[in-house]
């Protein structure tokens, strides 16, 4: 008798789903881009107007960010080496998260790999077994993870329905009371509503964090993300975290807070003391990005003023908007065929919209993502909606 091919075997469990997928037009595909991150990249070998990045500043590839990495890189090599509690936590690391701090009005803060890695961390490192993780219906796929990994019971509220949360709340058993929301929510652009929740959370003994990979650097004054906009005290939100791979153009993520809490994740959050650190180069263009959002507050400026252009012309053509105010604008189309059909037609004209479909979001919510930058001008907003309206006829 021969013996089975543990290959064959692998291959044809897992042929049938993929198959499935791609029947019902949710088989994802990679595309390959050339050349740095920016409004007018070459995708698969052809140079398009995009608007999919969450380079919402346009820092990534800002000359200052850039020179700041390449001279880092000469100074402290290109890896890190090691995890921060072995030897892999710089000069440059203790620089950025001293910074970080300091900008969202924390006593310390503290960097991650990943925001994945940081929401995965934060929930197991407080809460367990007995104890109880309360989520927005839309919070992103990192933030549902991370309340299953901690054993937690998770208990989902209706998308920013503050009352239902009230209502979760009061009926729960004891333990441990985590709230973990987003602050701009990155498939509808919208924002949650933290002082409510905030005020929520407090009333029964219940911790809130937002992450606000989305927000920071984005809204308020400063950049300061949404609680600056929404002028909330950073008292209210005990837990923030944020990432440095949208607004802030680099890579990497942090939680800032207490110092009790950024000890208590040092000690005992998996995601952080088992991985890797950062390169010390990221941390140190970091810091130069972290400036720049902070000193160029045009950069903001232009983006709101892009977002209410778009909106306006959104308006005028009829085209369904969520309700956003952020520079994530999805154009809701249901159906998913009908979505990749658009996107395909968009793309052909020369731009490039990302379709966001099932599972990412519910079912029967396809849509196009769009997202704008800073770097992009007036002219281009036009040409994307010219374009969108020749597209959906």
Known sequence: MSRPNPREDLDSTLSP???RRAQADLYRRRVVMAGPQGIEPVIDGRRCLSFCSNDYLGLANHPEVVTAFQRAATEYGVGSGASHLVTGHSRAHLALEEELAHFTGRERALLFSTGYMANLGIAAALTGRGDNVYEDRLNHASLVDAALLSRARLRRYPHRDVQ????LLGSGPQGRQLVLTDGVFS????????????????AHGAWLMVDDAHGLGVLGD????????????????PILMGTLGKAFGTFGAFVAGSAVLIETLIQQARSYVYTTALPPAIAQATRVSLTLVQSQSWRRERL??????????????GLPLLDSETPIQPLMLGDVGRTLNVAEALRQSGIFVTPIRPPTV?????????????????????RLMTALADALK
């Open 222 to 237: 400063t950049g300061g993300g949404t609680l600056e906009a929404q002028g909330i005290d950073p008292t209210q939100v």
């Open 187 to 202: 498939m509808d652009g919208d924002t949650a509503p933290v002082s409510a929740l905030a005020s929520v959370a407090s």
């Open 164 to 167: 239902a949360l009230e209502g």
């Open 17 to 19: 789903e993929l198959t």
């Open 304 to 317: 709101s003023a892009l977002v209410r252009r778009l909106r306006d012309a959104a308006r005028q053509l």
């Open 362 to 382: 519910p079912e029967g919510s396809a849509r196009l993502r769009i997202a704008l930058s800073a770097a992009h001008q007036p002219q281009h907003v036009d």
